[in-house]
């Protein structure tokens, strides 16, 4: 391709992203990313980060990072075969398998590679996943990665997902057969309906894959959504996100010894590419052990989640289905949605427009991310300023 043509290509795209609302604007944050953020010199409330625990700005995990430069250095030198594994990430890995009970864990640099990396060291062109519609996209890659047929059930939809596993098994066509859900989806807020999961899984004998990058920290007192069901025996894939309630950077599988053992020779992330650095392994070690030793940071959580779930659906928003902190504010068409997120941040509320190909189409809205670091204070100014956007937009 010429260099002319690769012009006409992006320019073309761009410009017909930005017509249609769907090109999202990146705004840089200026420090720390807590329940406060700078942005163009603005201080605003931020309802947008994943940082559910507010362990990212935290003063512990901070001191074990800094130890970490200071004990290791900053980078961890090598792909995790050759010589880039640290005690550190052993370590790490060690207190995974013990918050998530299971035999053992392996990390990765982030929970999209994570799932990229452990879907397609499992699974083949003669295998099949039954995948969750609204599952994000780490997983969908990783499913195209594999080469394995991929067969979508509606959003838990626990009929269409019997009727698909009924039809895999008997077409004889396939090895192994997986279903693969997230643990919390991250757009409305909604709980996979687990429990249903395992029973069909356990009926058609698939193997069976968690998404937790939501739930960990959150549901389960922090453990996450397959411990909130005390499902840990019967889900062969734990996987989660160290980024958002860890607070740092990561992903990783917690499961059986022998699954561990086959996802360290055959994730290629694992064997390619460069370890996460030691100040990272560190500050999600202790993140994970703050976690474990108390429940102080999930209950605020829950109890700032609640109270401004509450105050919004009192002031008449749409809220979908939301069953988490996790809370939507559901308009409908894209350019509104981006219109409502604009005119929030103008006003001192950074609540981040969530549009297609990230929803379906015609369902945008403004995601709200409460975090245990709010304060009453911060949530009833957002509330108010919800009040006065959402009546000037005519949206309550
Ligand atoms: N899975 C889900 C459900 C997610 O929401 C995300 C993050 N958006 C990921 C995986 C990827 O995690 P990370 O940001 O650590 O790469």
Not at 85 to 103: P, R, S, V, Y
Not at 257 to 279: E, Y
Request: charged residues 25%; glycine residues 8%; contains cysteine.
């Amino acid at each position: 391709m010429s260099s002319k043509t690769l012009d006409i290509f992006l320019n073309e795209n761009i410009a017909d992203l930005k017509e249609r609302g769907l090109y999202n604007e990146i705004d840089p944050v200026e420090g720390p990313n807590g329940p406060k953020i700078t942005i163009n010199g603005k201080t605003l409330i931020n309802l947008s980060s994943n940082n559910y625990l507010g362990l990212a700005t935290d003063e512990r995990l901070k001191q074990v990072a800094k130890a970490a430069i200071d004990s290791h250095g900053v980078g961890a030198g090598a792909v995790r075969t050759i010589n880039g594994t640290l005690d550190l990430h052993l370590k790490l890995e060690e207190k995974i398998a013990q918050f998530k009970g299971t035999q053992a864990a392996i990390s990765f640099q982030s929970g999209f590679n994570c799932n990229m990396a452990a879907i397609s060291a499992v699974m083949d062109k003669n295998d099949a996943i039954l995948s969750d519609a609204l599952n994000h996209a780490s997983i969908i890659d990783g499913c195209r990665l594999s080469k394995a047929k991929i067969i979508r059930f509606e959003h838990s939809d626990m009929n269409d997902l019997r009727k698909k596993a009924k039809e895999a098994v008997e077409s004889g066509l396939y090895k192994k057969i997986m279903v693969i859900t997230d643990g919390v989806f991250s757009m409305d807020g909604d709980i996979a309906k687990l429990p249903e999961i395992v029973d069909i899984a356990e009926e058609f004998d698939l193997l069976t894959y968690v998404d937790d990058a939501h739930g960990s920290g959150v549901l389960g007192k922090g453990a996450g959504t397959v411990k909130h069901f005390g499902l840990q025996d019967k889900v062969d894939f734990q996987m989660g996100t160290l980024s958002k309630a860890i607070g740092v950077i990561g992903g990783y599988v917690a499961g059986k010894q022998n699954l561990i053992d086959w996802l360290k020779v055959r994730s290629r992330p694992f064997l390619f590419s460069t370890a996460v650095s030691p100040a990272d392994a560190a500050a999600s070690t202790k993140a994970i052990e703050i976690l474990m030793e108390s429940t102080e940071l999930n209950e605020k959580l829950w109890e700032n989640g609640n109270y401004l779930k509450a105050g919004l659906k009192e002031l008449g928003f749409n809220i979908g289905n939301s069953e988490t902190p996790i809370t939507p504010c559901i308009v409908g068409e894209e350019k509104a949605a981006q219109e409502f997120s604009k005119r929030l941040i103008d006003a001192g509320v950074y609540a981040k427009s969530i549009v297609f190909p990230t929803v379906p189409r015609g369902t945008g809205r403004v995601r709200n991310m409460p975090s245990a670091a709010h304060t009453k204070e911060m949530l009833d100014e957002a509330l108010a300023i919800y009040e006065k956007v959402g009546k000037a937009m005519n949206l309550i």
